[in-house]
């Protein structure tokens, strides 16, 4: 079984370790302590409490898109015709293209809140430090 040390979980889970540590005290996520005293997360739990901290939209959209990712815009790059928008993500990196029509009608700028709406048959599934790739069919 996969299990997580508190400053493990607080980076897939985008918190701070003291996030963590009180989720863990109020009892809203589970941890066992080893045999060191350090306290450990089981996957599963931590893939529980994951998923039932997911935002949906809030505002009553219904979308088939599954990824949404809320951020800020960091850089919006414009030529003629076309935009690239990037977004900071918590720690990840998002980069759209779109019509300078659309960046422009949207009002994007560095230091925007927008949100990535992603919809996408081919996504790539990696697991770090293992050579095997798995994609979506």
Do not use: C
């Not at 989720?23 to 409490?49: C, N, T």
């Not at 994007?108 to 430090?129: D, H, R, Y």
């Amino acid at each position: 079984m996969t299990t997580f040390r508190i400053s493990e979980a607080a980076a897939l889970l985008g918190v701070s370790s003291d996030t963590v540590r009180r989720w863990v005290d109020a009892g809203r996520l589970a941890a066992v302590r080893d045999e060191h005293g350090h306290r450990q997360i089981s996957g599963a739990d931590l893939a529980a409490f994951a998923r039932s901290q997911v935002e949906t939209t809030g505002d009553g959209t219904r979308s088939s898109a599954r990824n949404r990712f809320r951020g800020i815009v960091t850089e919006v790059i414009r030529d003629a015709v076309m935009a690239q928008v990037e977004i900071a993500a918590g720690p990840f990196r998002v980069v759209s293209l779109m019509s300078r029509q659309a960046a422009d009608e949207l009002g994007l700028e560095a230091g925007v809140v927008a949100v990535a709406v992603i919809k996408s048959t081919n996504v790539v599934v990696e697991i770090p430090g293992h050579e095997r790739v798995a994609t979506s069919p």
